[in-house]
């Protein structure tokens, strides 16, 4: 065999070969414009490659040297060098996996980020409360609360607020707009104050069906004029909240005290799931008025004051 033909024949064997049979994976940040040397020079002393000159050597004969893309690289000595190279130049960059829970505020949603090393909780809540980007996104609002919608999101180390915001609005649209489109004739409510109602549905249950019946009582309290005293919504409005609801707060006016106003708050006061978005456009049809909880995660509803005074003095106060 000639010199040429080993030398293309050791070449190919380590390219096809792991530095380890197995290891850890690590992350490594490739920055914009990095020269490839000095990526070479990275992933050696991480460990993750052998001999960086012969890779370095098989990235020129592959004519990938100049083709690596910026990013974060979930990469391991297990892998081959070929394997290394391709992902590197495919731009397959790790992805943090986000799991936004239903009922979070911006609030919560930004220390999420934050804590997993996306974005900081001050840049997205910027972004989030920012006008001119909600209308630049198609929603008349002062902010996106209430459109960032609960679900699973994969994102890149370098994403921005902006795309985050960007990419879970498209999954509230996709989710809203076939209920939104299936509404009643006589639907009362603008899409921003149902989008304010679902908040208001998601926040005050978590059993699935009870959400019909707290919209029942939400939508027939505004037809007859009643204030809708939602405690979620006066602990929303109330800064540096420490957990105890008392009678001054609920006493306290604020745009979000529907206890000393009428009708729906400012806002939306949490981001809803898709059924408190159902629920909102299609309660159950009842003649509630009032519920209570039943400490139990459940609630009882009532038509009457009497009613609801006598759940109380039952599930709240322990008496008969």
Request: net charge positive.
């Amino acid at each position: 065999m000639g010199i040429f033909a080993l030398a293309a024949w050791d070449l190919f064997r380590y390219a096809k070969t792991p530095g380890l049979t197995s290891a850890l994976p690590q992350l490594i940040d490739v920055s914009p414009g990095e020269n490839f040397n000095t990526v070479a020079k990275v992933l050696e002393k991480n460990d993750i490659i052998r001999k960086p000159e012969k890779f370095k050597f098989l990235a020129r004969v592959k004519m990938l040297d100049n083709r690596i893309k910026a990013g974060e690289y979930r990469l391991s000595a297990a892998m081959t060098p070929l394997e290394i190279l391709k992902i590197m130049t495919d731009g397959d960059v790790f992805l943090y996996k986000i799991t936004i829970p239903e009922g979070y505020n911006i609030y919560q949603i930004a220390s999420i980020l934050e804590k997993k090393g996306v974005v900081s909780e001050t840049e997205f809540i910027q972004a989030a409360t920012d006008k001119s980007l909600s209308q630049k996104m198609g929603i008349d609002a002062p902010g996106f609360e209430g459109f960032l919608f609960p679900e699973t999101y994969f994102f890149e180390k370098t994403v921005s607020s902006e795309m985050i915001i960007r990419t879970m609005v498209d999954c509230f649209f996709k989710n809203f707009d076939p209920l939104w489109k299936s509404r009643p004739p006589d639907f009362p409510f603008t899409l921003y104050e149902t989008v304010i109602m679902a908040s208001l549905i998601e926040k005050e249950t978590s059993l699935a069906e009870e959400r019909p019946l707290v919209s029942s009582v939400f939508h027939n309290r505004i037809q007859k004029n009643m204030k809708l005293e939602c405690d979620p919504t006066v602990i929303y409005g109330l800064k540096d909240f420490d957990g105890n609801l008392t009678r001054k707060h609920l006493r306290t006016p604020t745009d979000y005290n529907t206890y000393t106003q009428k009708g729906l708050p400012a806002g939306p006061i949490t981001n809803p799931g898709k059924a408190s978005f159902k629920a909102a456009i299609f309660p159950a049809s009842t003649s509630y008025l009032y519920f209570v909880s039943k400490n139990d995660t459940s609630h009882y509803f009532s038509t009457t004051y009497e009613q609801h005074r006598k759940a109380v003095r039952t599930y709240q106060l322990g008496k008969n």
